[in-house]
């Protein structure tokens, strides 16, 4: 397969790269402005795109590799390929669902942990060479809280068996009822909100998803209440999430993605009420090996014209 051209959009991971030169003609396209010089040598050879959440497959850069025939992103999330471009040009492509899945609700759950029991803001309290116990008022637990979850897919799944085991109360929203959960189902957003302590996004992006927790959802979700975030930032309406957090109408708030990353809105820097993480759900060792070899299996699967192991289309 060597000398099959594979173009890797962005750096995401060294052990990918290196299994990926191993196996094919890898095109580091960081390395390589995409102009009419590089695009009339090599374009023809390129036949498979690596992408990840930082920067994926747009309708101009499949345009740009007339022999492209898959997409491989290096992540479960979806929402930086145009599907539609790949599904009318007959591109297949693959993620990597299930291999991330316990790590992302990990994170997410340590968000919850961080910001109710104010584990962040005690590290910076401790670092900053304070100690005493009247410090800055009491956290809250985290155990036995009424939790919603939006999303209960695979992770949302897996956000839910854990807080289950911390004796929480689970609710969730999702396009239709998962009849054999044994969660409470809440068909409308606003009032899971309405109802949880806790709230953890964790469903795809998509245009019905987008800014699905808004205004009112954070005002349901009220004073005493915790957003998490896992999902994508633009599942968040972040400038209404940033008001709610500077007026007190939101108790909190962990957030692993963002709306414009890498941006992070200056205003969240000094409340101590707030975690934040630089979209490291996957970042585990672990994970990050097992996903790097589901890319590098499916795309060995297509050239060799088997059965894709993890297809999308
Ligand atoms: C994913 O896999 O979509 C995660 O957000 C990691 O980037």
New binding site residues.
């Given amino acids: 397969m060597e000398s099959i051209g594979v173009a890797m959009t962005t750096p995401m991971f060294t052990y990918l790269e290196q299994q990926l030169e191993r196996r094919f003609n890898l095109f580091k396209l960081w390395n390589h402005p995409l102009d009419s010089h590089f695009l009339q040598e090599n374009a023809q050879s390129i036949r498979a795109v690596v992408g ?2 930082k920067s994926g497959a747009d309708a101009c850069l499949i345009d740009s590799f007339p022999a492209l025939e898959i997409v491989a992103t290096f ?3 979806l929402d930086k390929i145009d599907l539609p471009k790949c599904m009318e040009k007959g591109i297949r492509v693959v993620n ?1 669902p299930d291999v ?1 899945t316990d790590d ?1 609700a990990d994170a997410a759950i340590g968000l919850a942990m961080a910001v109710s029991r104010r584990i962040s803001e005690s590290d910076r309290f401790v670092r900053s060479g304070s100690w005493t116990k009247d410090r800055f008022g009491l956290a809250t637990r985290f155990n036995g809280k009424s939790v919603g979850i939006l999303g209960l897919g695979r992770i949302g799944s897996a956000i839910a068996k854990r807080a289950e085991a911390f004796g929480c109360l689970i609710g969730y929203s999702a396009r239709s009822e998962k009849h054999h959960s044994g969660y409470k189902y809440f068909p409308s957003v606003l009032d899971l909100a309405a109802n949880s302590q806790i709230l953890f996004v964790s469903c795809a992006l998509t245009e019905e998803t987008r800014h699905i927790v808004n205004r009112e959802v954070i005002n349901a979700l009220g004073p005493n209440g915790i957003l998490i975030n896992v999902g994508r930032g633009a599942h968040v309406d972040e400038s209404e999430l940033v008001s709610a957090l500077l007026e007190g109408r939101l108790g909190g708030a962990g957030l692993d ?1 963002f709306e414009n990353e890498p941006h992070v809105p200056e205003q969240l820097f000094e409340l101590g009420n707030v975690v934040l993480l630089p ?1 490291v ?2 970042d585990t060792i672990e994970t990050s090996i097992a996903m790097a070899n589901l890319v590098i299996s499916n795309l060995e699967a297509h050239f060799r014209n088997e059965p894709l192991i993890t297809p999308v289309i």
């Fill in positions: 990840c959440t992540s479960v999330g990597t991330l992302v993605v979209h759900g996957t």
